[in-house]
């Protein structure tokens, strides 16, 4: 019982705050209100004993890409987008685009949702914790894509690098 | 204990919020932003899927999925920067640079 009001809580908090990050018309706030919607995603991965995510996604996601964001946004000046609209000339299309998604993922939901049959279970945390299970999985039977993960984030930050430098000499 | 359907629903919400702000804003930032969005919500159906047949698997490709989302927010964070510079804007209907 108080394990899915905790649910309903942080799903509420990470909704509310998707809304919000949208519809905001200053990018500074759709960064504050993304930031709460991420700790909200942590709150689920916490409620589902996946521990370790729980740390990756505060340090990682919170504390590396969000501030990262911040900084652009304060970097790119923004007095002129916050005068202009803010959606668009094609919403129409886009919401109408929206609505089908919605209606289609409804439907999948509703129709083939009991089709699925997940009931919950209690969960168990693996007994010798969950960081140390995903770290065998990750340098066991995943050796190969974190090297390849490695790899990519090299390149992108060399890449990144390069194109926000002034000039290329 | 919850069903994981109810993980499911909380990530098709999240995921179609993050579509609609991705098809709406004109503001590049936020549209990097609702990409994350879109990204969390298919995390969490990755981990309540992977608790449900209890294996870890899910959980280390949540983790593949972060750090792409890493990749993509530098670089694409990087090309604002170089955008903004050269056309002081960052509006996405106004980035036509190929069109003369």
Known sequence: MLELATFAILAAVILVSAILVITRRNAVHSVMWLIVALFGVGGIYLLQHAEFLFAVQIILYVGGIMVLFLFVVMLVNLDVAVKQARFARHWQVALLTAVLLVAQLGYALYNHGQGLNLPGHPLVSAPAGNTQAVGMALYQNYMLPVEIASLLLLVAMVGAVIMAKRKLE | ?100
């Open chain 2, 1 to 100: 204990m919850i069903p994981t359907e109810y993980y499911i629903f909380l990530g098709s919400g999240l995921f179609t919020i993050g579509v609609i702000g991705v098809l709406t804003r004109r503001n590049v930032l936020v549209i990097l932003m609702s990409i994350e969005l879109i990204l969390n919500a298919v995390n969490i159906n990755l981990v309540a899927l992977s608790q449900y047949f209890r294996s870890v698997d899910g959980q280390v490709f949540a983790i593949f999925v972060i750090t792409d989302a890493a990749a993509e927010a530098a670089v694409g964070l990087g090309l604002i920067i170089a955008f903004f510079r050269n056309k002081e804007t960052v509006n996405a209907d106004e980035i036509d640079l190929l069109k003369w």
